[in-house]
DNA sequence: TTTGAAAAAGTGTTCGAGCACACAGCACAT
DNA sequence: ATGTGCTGTGTGCTCGAACACTTTTTCAAA
């Protein structure tokens, strides 16, 4: 029943020869015969030896300091569920000598990124975990960071043509035909659908767009009898300001508007307006579990959010920095996060940081 | 920045005696002076030690041997993934000298249960993961293993009354809360609603009744103008056979049926009469990632499914007997798991045992 | 054949906690 | 006076992997 674990002397012995020799050909350290390597290796891939990792960690007892860079949470709430993310993995990781140091930059503050990203290249950690809000004003850095031989990992924004470890975030094409699914499984007339993108730089966030692309495609893709009007539109308001004024327009001019889709965290602004108008029957889509999302999601004012999981970001983003620096294992260039539907029923379970 | 790790030598030294008398203070296994006691135990609080676990696993290399107790996968494939989930979850905890003996039994014999749950019994595991398919039959072995002090986790089956570690599984009246939310969200015109429970033996499944009182309750306590009549059926028909007979009869009567909540996996069967008899007009919303489902799901002809992450089932029923029994951590009574909710666009997330 | 340096192989210590064991000191019984 | 048993304390080995260090082997040049 119980498959004996393997160590490093099972296989010495099984090959005549001393664990020293074994260590040298499983780190590839050389010095080794050609024949002996041979059959060592051979008996390694035979007993399927896996190496004691708690052995490994307890020897090694390197630390490995990381930088986390992101906005910063008391500026955007959205960015206090990655910090809580990555403090959990912290603590997880403590025991294997993981540190983390954030450096927290304002998000409407170019210079603020850039003076924070020129500290984390002074600091030089072993890793760095960002969130690369600042699209041309990171692409820098990546460079000096792979120069300097920092490994990166990118997390809520994906960016190409850089060369992260790994992208942690969501697909948001497939994001966007999934809001499409859910609001069109609700609608049955016709009638128009927004999409609105609100308060964002546009120009500098390509994965805004591509959710539209995917919500727009779903709609013409799929094969129903309806057909419905796609409208998109940026709209923008000063922090504090009311949204009152963009939307009456457009509903003066899309007086069939029977469904919102909003690209960010920001639907419980949409949210408020239908409350104070008193209008009903508009669905409403949108993102993230912020305080007033989850308000408007009780009174199912909002039909249904998705949760990006930004919790989940910070938490998985330190743990693949892990393990490729820790564990040594091999890291996928993407890992994409489920896409939950979270609804009023459903909730509960997504709130609570849970492994 | 870096918080220096402290050791029992640590302790030792600054209290002026040797590690051994330490580490007896810290297992309270007497023999100590009490001022030599006091002086320590000063002293590891001022320091805030907390024991280097991977030093400890090193060290302590008990093994644990957990039982499962569950229906056979190849008989019926919903439990292929809570198989998976446990093999994933001994994976990870070999290094901590957990091992796993299945005992499979046929569920559709108590016998085969009784015989299989005795076999537990004679084995003496240090902890056991139990599916209570059979509610009557296990009470006496819930006893017997409570007298033997054998913590047992119960998982897809939440059971009243015996005392297990930790359920394990989905809020039920909550999951047919949701499928009804879901289902009236892509309602619009009245019409009826039908609870379906396929092949199951009712009396010994609480928990598909409670999932029908959520349904229930939800359309009760919904505030909309248009009202839906929900009828409820149970329908059995032989292995292997098809359902037709029963559902034409219930289409007969019911001729406004226009969305059907399957309580169980079997959501396909219904699936694949509609295909038959190209009826697109009925919303269906069942359980569980099953081949067959998936193949609908995709289809679009069942609209969404509920994940019961049986896979998921397994994997936290063995983590959380680890978590008792390795890492003397406080297990909670209770571990719902979310309910997810599924279609063609994040199936993909799923379906994947990602960690 | 001897020598010597490089290559190959083997030994021993370390990490932190756990625990068996050794041992000293003392009380009490024989 | 010596033995027995118990308490309090300290020492040292173990776990498996890593790596520095030592020893042995090999093989070419002298």
């Known amino acids: 029943m119980k498959k004996k674990i393997v160590r490093i002397k099972d296989i010495a012995e099984k090959a005549q020869t001393s664990k020293g020799t074994v260590d040298r050909v499983l780190h590839n350290r050389g010095r080794v015969a050609d024949d002996v390597r041979e059959r060592i290796l051979a008996i390694i891939k035979e007993l399927n030896y896996e190496p004691n990792f708690i052995a490994q960690s307890l020897k090694s007892q ?29 603590k997880e990781l403590r025991q294997y000598g993981i540190y983390i140091t954030p450096f927290i930059f304002d998000p409407h503050e170019e210079h603020s990124f850039i003076t924070k990203a020129q500290e984390v290249t002074r600091e030089h950690p072993d890793g760095l975990l960002i969130a690369p809000v600042f699209y041309k004003q990171a692409l820098p850095f990546f460079k000096e960071w792979a120069e300097l031989n920092i490994p990166y990992v990118l997390f809520n924004t994906q960016i190409e043509h850089v060369a992260p470890l790994c992208y942690i975030g969501q697909d948001s094409y497939r994001s966007g035909s999934l809001a499409a699914k859910i609001l069109s499984f609700g609608l049955q007339s016709p009638g128009s659908v927004l999409v609105a993108h609100i308060n964002e730089d546009i120009s500098n966030s390509a ?86 999302n989850l308000n408007y999601l009780n009174k199912e004012i ?6 990006q999981n930004p919790l989940g970001q910070g938490y998985w983003g330190i743990h693949q920095l892990a393990n490729h620096l820790v564990f040594k294992k091999e890291i996928p260039p993407i890992k994409f996060l489920p896409l939950d539907i979270i609804t009023r029923e459903n909730l509960d379970y997504y709130l609570d940081p849970q492994k």
């Open 62 to 90: 390197r630390t490995f300091n990381l930088a986390v860079l992101m906005p910063d949470p008391s500026l955007d709430s959205y960015w206090v569920a990655p910090k809580t993310g990555f403090e959990k993995a912290e």
């Open 302 to 307: 909002i039909s249904f959010l998705i949760n």
């Open 207 to 292: 994965h805004l767009i591509t959710k539209e692309n995917g919500f727009r495609d779903y709609f013409e893709n799929s094969k129903r009898d309806t057909t419905f009007n796609i409208i998109s539109k940026e709209i923008n308001y000063p922090e504090g300001e009311a949204i009152d004024d963009q939307l009456d327009q457009i509903l003066a001019e899309f007086s069939d508007l029977s469904a919102v889709y909003v690209t960010n965290s920001r639907a419980f602004e949409v949210a408020s307006y239908l409350e104070r108008k008193n209008i009903t029957n508009i669905k409403l889509v949108g993102y993230d579990l912020l305080e007033p």
